[in-house]
């Protein structure tokens, strides 16, 4: 097997374009574990690892940029994060424990694809874009288009993704995430889910982003319960009322981790202890 150390990200590039049958190595967290499992059998690894223009986390305009070499450390303990986008902070200081923490990046939390990444909610819940790049040049894809089934994405043989746009909230707005798993380390979720609500002076809601994982292929937007809560007072019949629309949007499944019954229960749970949280019902 080759292993390439780029020194650039230019130099990443190339080789990404020269060997379309290495797979790409950031943490290892992963695909080391997928390695020994001999689930892959790679020809060449391209490691990312030297590539430290690809950690920074940074506010430009009206965005915060995320570098796809981030660590989940880095993240959960940046100000900027913590202060911004408070869930994704939370998501990352959930993963794993420190180890995986302290060497698993977003990019490949994000790339992995698995229903299960803790991330991946957050970033759908908060309109986020993914940056990816080749020699060719560089595209941004909605988060909300990133992937095409399970642990399918669009990303093409020989690009590799650079970083995250995340979108500042415009309003100030309550946001959180919560997991629940078998521990309160590592364990790999069983539902997961990212809420936004922002109320007017009325306590009436102007915006509501609600993103859930672990409960599909793909991580999913309740677009129905956004749809449904924005215009509302809170109240115990809207609150009811929303967690029976969301147990309607998604459609979990049985697996090791858990029943699709126990999955929807969590789903409407999630839900519910978010909206109960601001309407002090
Ligand atoms: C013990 C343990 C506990 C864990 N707990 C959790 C958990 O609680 N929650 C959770 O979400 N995950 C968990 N994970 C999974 C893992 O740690 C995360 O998904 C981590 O973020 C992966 O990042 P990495 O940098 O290690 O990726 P890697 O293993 O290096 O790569 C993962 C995949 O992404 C691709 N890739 C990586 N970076 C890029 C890039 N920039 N461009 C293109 N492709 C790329 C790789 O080719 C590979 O296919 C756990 C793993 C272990 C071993």
């Known amino acids: 097997?080759?292993?390439?150390?780029?020194?650039?990200?230019?130099?990443?590039?190339?080789?990404?374009?020269?060997?379309?049958?290495?797979?790409?190595?950031?943490?290892?967290?992963?695909?080391?574990?997928?390695?020994?499992?001999?689930?892959?059998?790679?020809?060449?690894?391209?490691?990312?690892?030297?590539?430290?223009?690809?950690?920074?986390?940074?506010?430009?305009?009206?965005?915060?940029?995320?570098?796809?070499?981030?660590?989940?450390?880095?993240?959960?303990?940046?100000?900027?994060?913590?202060?911004?986008?408070?869930?994704?902070?939370?998501?990352?200081?959930?993963?794993?424990?420190?180890?995986?923490?302290?060497?698993?990046?977003?990019?490949?939390?994000?790339?992995n694809a698995s229903p299960a990444g803790d991330t991946l909610p957050v970033l759908l819940a908060y309109d986020v874009l993914v940056l990816v790049r080749s020699v060719a040049g560089q595209r941004e894809i909605m988060f909300s288009e990133f992937y095409t089934g399970y642990r399918k994405t669009v990303l093409a043989k020989n690009e590799i993704v650079i970083g995250f746009r995340v979108p500042l909230p415009v309003l100030p707005e309550r946001a959180e995430f919560y997991k629940i798993g078998t521990r309160k380390a590592q364990a790999i979720s069983k539902v997961m889910g990212c809420f936004r609500l922002v109320c007017d002076d009325s306590r009436r809601v102007s915006l509501f982003r609600a993103a859930l994982g672990s409960v599909s292929a793909t991580p999913v937007r309740l677009s129905e319960t956004e749809k449904f809560l924005?215009?509302?007072?809170?109240?115990?019949?809207?609150?009811?009322?929303?967690?029976?629309?969301?147990?309607?949007?998604i459609s979990p499944i049985d697996d090791v981790r858990s029943t699709a019954e126990y999955r929807r229960h969590c789903a409407g749970v999630l839900l519910e202890r978010f909206l109960r949280a601001d309407s002090k019902l």
Request: proline share 2%.
């Open 230 to 249: 924005v215009g509302q007072m809170l109240s115990e019949q809207i609150v009811t009322q929303a967690i029976s629309i969301a147990a309607n949007e």
């Open 1 to 111: 097997m080759n292993f390439y150390c780029p020194k650039s990200l230019n130099e990443a590039l190339e080789m990404r374009a020269r060997h379309a049958d290495a797979v790409v190595l950031a943490g290892g967290t992963d695909l080391c574990v997928q390695i020994r499992n001999a689930v892959l059998t790679p020809n060449a690894i391209i490691s990312l690892c030297g590539l430290k223009e690809l950690s920074g986390i940074q506010v430009e305009g009206d965005s915060l940029l995320i570098g796809a070499l981030a660590t989940h450390t880095q993240i959960s303990q940046s100000h900027i994060v913590q202060k911004k986008t408070a869930p994704l902070a939370k998501a990352c200081a959930e993963i794993g424990a420190r180890q995986i923490q302290n060497r698993g990046t977003i990019g490949g939390n994000v790339m």
